[in-house]
């Protein structure tokens, strides 16, 4: 089975990725590592790849895609695999689309902005050994400080100002994908839970469905 994974940032994908791993026995493409493994790898997409970003320039469409499909002709993949964070606009789905890539089912994890940013907003890493707390669900004994005796901080990533521009931009370029793969019979929605089993059971269903 073929499938693509879509949801906003801090939605909880990789989670579900990881739990359909382990279901299908299939491998989680994400973007990121293909494009690190390319470049370890020297292939021709990998070359491509190293020179737009040496230059300080935004990966192509095309040069992204070549990499996913030299990684989706590996071995692994043949019995399908899990897209995770791509496509993430509406021309790099047709791109695929175009490229022969055939994708069984898009599971889309809908979680409201405010619960993203109260779940992202409340993350806290230790500066010292990198273990991660939240003010709400997973509390450090002691106030800012790691059970290693580190100062907890928040990264700049989970800030509420950069969480919700991270939401602004994919309500704009990737929600249109929703919409996309509805046309086609592909889409399911998984609501996510507040418990993470309870979100991945119903993950699995969908994969039924």
Do not use: W
């Amino acid at each position: 089975m073929n499938l693509i994974l879509l949801g906003a940032p801090g939605a909880g994908k990789g989670t579900q990725a990881e739990v359909i791993c382990e279901h299908l026995h299939i491998p989680a493409v994400s973007t990121g590592n293909m494009i690190r493994e390319a470049l370890k790898n020297g292939t021709e997409m990998g070359l491509r790849a190293k020179s737009f970003m040496e230059e300080g320039k935004l990966v192509p469409d095309e040069v992204v895609i070549g990499i996913i499909k030299e990684r989706l002709q590996q071995d692994d993949c043949k019995n399908g695999f899990i897209l995770d964070g791509f496509p993430r606009t509406i021309p790099q789905a047709e791109a695929l689309d175009n490229m022969g890539i055939v994708i069984d089912k898009v599971i889309d994890i809908e979680v409201p902005d405010e619960k993203i940013v109260e779940r992202m907003s409340g993350r806290r890493v230790c500066e010292a050994c990198g273990a991660s707390y939240h003010l709400l669900y997973k509390k450090p004994e002691k106030e800012g400080v790691c059970k290693c005796g580190g100062t907890l901080v928040q990264r700049k990533d989970d800030h509420p100002d950069t969480v919700k521009e991270r939401l602004k931009v994919y309500h704009e370029q990737t929600e249109p994908l929703k919409a996309y793969y509805e046309k086609q019979g592909k889409l399911s929605i998984v609501t996510g839970q507040e418990d993470v089993a309870d979100t991945s059971r119903l993950t699995l269903e969908a994969l039924k469905a």
